[in-house]
């Protein structure tokens, strides 16, 4: 059985750094074309992809929030950490890990329930 | 980066109804497209992939169709657990950029 969860703070003051943790059981992010990605909804919006780690440590983030983004992976505690800094009330969003499986089709398969954090003084 | 539009934006329909969702993506994109349901607080989950398979699990009244730049979703005959957002996402490149959903709420 594959689960993901993603934990972290719920409210953040503007201009800190937010840590998010994925904790994931079932797989192994050390198996080969397997990652993990972030994804964020701002409360009644759309989706939006973050960032993405790959079974290799190859690291990929989306362009608009590319210099605010770290990604990285602890595979021997299955988690996968985002950070996130200068913190913004328009971050305000329910933030979800989701797995990322290959074969031939990269799809987000299992995700996590997701964490609604907001971003205010 | 590619960017993906869907329409309708919402739709109303009736139970038994059968529903067509567009997406279309802003440069080919062949088959790489993801569709997605999400529930009121709830995370999406996968429905279709590549376009046209169906995740283990899922209705066969969910069908997908396209490829270069125009996908469809498709509901056959709707039922009232199917009244909910779809988002279609490209998986062709990184980063995997979602579509703005189409919601599909009760006639």
């Known amino acids: 059985q594959i689960t993901l969860k993603e934990s972290g703070p719920t409210l953040v003051k503007p201009t800190q750094t937010l840590t998010l943790t994925c904790t994931f059981s079932?797989?192994?992010?050390?198996?080969?074309?397997?990652?993990v990605g972030w994804i964020r909804q701002p409360p009644g919006k759309a989706l939006e992809w973050l960032a993405l780690?790959?079974?290799?440590?190859?690291?990929r983030y989306g362009p608009s929030l590319k210099s605010r983004l770290t990604i990285t992976k602890d595979t021997s505690k299955n988690q996968v950490v985002l950070t996130m800094t200068n913190m913004d009330p328009v971050d305000t969003a329910t933030y979800y890990c989701?797995?990322?499986?290959?074969?031939?089709?990269?799809?987000?398969?299992?995700w996590g329930q997701g964490t609604l954090v907001t971003a205010s003084s | 980066d590619i960017q993906m539009t869907q329409s309708p934006s919402s739709l109303s329909a009736s139970v038994g109804d059968r529903v067509t969702i567009t997406c279309r993506a802003s440069?080919?994109?062949?088959?790489?497209l993801n569709w997605y349901q999400q529930k009121p607080g709830k995370a999406p989950k996968l429905l279709i992939y590549?376009?046209?398979n169906l995740q283990s699990g899922v209705p066969s009244r969910f069908s997908g169709s396209g490829s270069g730049t125009d996908f469809t979703l498709t509901i056959s005959s709707l039922q009232p657990e199917d009244f909910a957002t779809y988002y279609c996402?490209?998986?062709?490149?990184?980063?995997?950029?979602f579509g703005p959903g189409t919601k599909v709420q009760i006639k």
């Open positions: 989701a797995r990322q499986t290959s074969g031939s089709y990269p799809r987000l398969d299992y």
């Open positions: 079932g797989f192994s992010l050390s198996t080969s074309r397997v990652g």
């Open positions: 780690i790959f079974w290799d440590d190859d690291k």
């Open positions: 440069q080919s994109i062949s088959n790489y």
């Open positions: 590549a376009a046209s």
């Open positions: 996402q490209q998986s062709y490149s990184i980063p995997g950029a």
